[in-house]
């Protein structure tokens, strides 16, 4: 296997306090967001990589027995600079690969999307089923099904189309031998430059993800290490609100945006209608979203509107609590987010008002949902569904052997989906489509 290791620049940024302890700092993704910067709030260390030449991004942590063996099957792939995947239909396989077809593969095929509200569901993962038990060949993690015995996920061998820009190339999946080494084979639609290649976990122990590029046949080491960054500022694709200004009126759509995503266990709540000065005080609701921060702190409407009353308490499991606020935006000639934070010691007790679950202990699939959506909890919880101005539509209890929430009847969107245990809170973004 061929290697092009990508240097990460780690660029250490001076700042400044003011009066009030603000730090003031800024990021820069360049014209386009051709960077992605990830950023320690307790250093003020920025990490700066490529976020346009690769194409996936696979997991290499490992199976965590019992409960946490989705995260180490996660393949996402680099939908915030517009690579699309589609899988072929079920009567296609890999032992079709030569011959697929893709004739009118936007109307026929389904496209696939990554996650924005957790790093462990990502694109491939499409059709994830927890509820089925080793002995019956689960649980199924969408591109292969875990085997209990190995630990190996066995390739169920579907058949993927990756579009980046104008180039198309076919892709398929085979086994993840020992919980360590990711198989696959790509090429071009009319079979020439075939390639196939491999990953091993093992060579990158600090990582949540080594990425690969589809164009040069290599691999890319983007990420810092685990313990040296908090969040990371990029590009991700989302449904989103962007301004129309033929209708002017705001409208709902799948877009890339810039923002701002938070690590894995790093908690994040949201402090709204508090001016920033005052936002200690507030009464803070912590969520392992990953999109908790992400990019609705900016609004476009003929020029960035900024929202002045809207900032973030970050908790990344040291001893110190990071307050955030954006105040200024530079658009997508330079991708310029300037913020400024403050620290404050972390409490000895609880440092939220209302004790937020993890997303180690919920888990819902799949994600954009047809019909049936799967709620995992450990225990029996109340499950809302509200629509995007906060009405509730569905209202269930579930249990971890009755998990299954039918959103047959909601017509496609956005909506919220609420997990309620006692007084823990638990909030997430479902997309509802055909």
């Known amino acids: 296997m061929r290697r092009n290791l990508l240097i990460v620049m780690t660029v250490a940024f001076s700042f400044s306090a003011n009066a009030q302890g603000w730090i003031e700092d800024s990021v820069t993704l360049e014209n386009k967001s051709a960077k992605q910067i990830y950023y320690s709030f307790k250093t003020q260390n920025q990490h700066i990589s490529d976020a346009v030449n690769w194409d996936l991004a696979f997991s290499v942590q490992n199976i965590v027995i019992p409960n946490s063996t989705v995260q180490a099957t996660t393949i996402r792939v680099n939908n915030g600079k517009t690579v699309k995947v589609y899988v072929a239909p079920d009567s296609v396989d890999v032992s079709g690969f030569a011959t697929l077809d893709t004739t009118n593969f936007k109307t026929s095929w389904t496209e696939l999307l990554d996650s924005d509200t957790s790093w462990d569901m990502g694109a491939f993962n499409t059709?994830?089923?927890?509820?089925?038990?080793p002995s019956m060949g689960g649980p199924y993690y969408g591109w292969g099904n875990y085997e209990e015995g190995t630990h190996a996920i066995k390739s169920v061998g579907k058949v993927y189309l990756i579009v980046r820009g104008n180039v198309y190339r076919k892709l398929y999946f085979g086994d993840l031998e020992g919980d360590n080494v990711y198989h696959f084979t790509y090429a071009d639609l009319d079979n020439n430059n075939q390639h196939s290649d491999s990953i091993k976990k093992s060579d990158y122990p600090d990582r949540y993800f080594v990425y690969y590029d589809l164009a040069s046949n290599s691999v890319k080491n983007l990420e810092p290490s685990k313990a040296d960054w908090d969040v990371v500022f990029t590009n991700y694709y989302t449904y989103a609100a962007g301004y129309n200004p033929i209708l002017n009126q705001m409208q709902w759509q799948y877009m890339s945006v810039s923002g701002s995503l938070q690590k894995k266990g790093v908690k994040v709540a949201r402090i709204?209608?508090?001016?920033?000065?005052?936002?200690?005080?507030?009464?803070?609701?912590?969520?392992?979203?990953?999109?908790?921060?992400?990019?609705?702190?900016?609004?476009?409407?003929?020029?960035?509107?900024?929202?002045?009353?809207?900032?973030?308490?970050?908790?990344?499991?040291?001893?110190?609590?990071?307050?955030?606020?954006?105040?200024?935006?530079?658009?997508?000639?330079?991708?310029?987010?300037?913020?400024?934070?403050?620290k404050q010691a972390k409490p000895s007790g609880p440092v939220d008002g209302v004790a937020s679950i993890s997303l180690s202990n919920v888990r819902t699939y799949p994600n954009p949902v047809t019909s049936t959506l799967f709620v995992q909890t450990e225990q029996n919880a109340q499950v809302e569904v509200l629509d995007m101005n906060g009405r509730v539509l569905l209202n269930s209890v579930i249990s971890p052997a009755n998990n299954k929430i039918d959103m047959s009847a909601l017509n496609n969107g956005l909506y919220i989906l609420r997990v309620i245990q006692q007084n823990e809170v638990f909030t997430s973004k479902i997309i509802k489509t055909n």
């Open 272 to 342: 709204t209608d508090v001016h920033p000065d005052s936002a200690w005080s507030a009464v803070r609701n912590f969520s392992e979203n990953i999109d908790n921060i992400g990019y609705d702190w900016k609004l476009f409407k003929n020029t960035y509107v900024y929202e002045d009353s809207l900032s973030f308490v970050i908790d990344n499991g040291g001893d110190t609590l990071y307050l955030l606020h954006f105040n200024k935006y530079g658009g997508s000639a330079n991708v310029r987010m300037n913020f400024q934070f403050q």
């Open 127 to 133: 059709g994830l089923d927890l509820t089925v038990p």
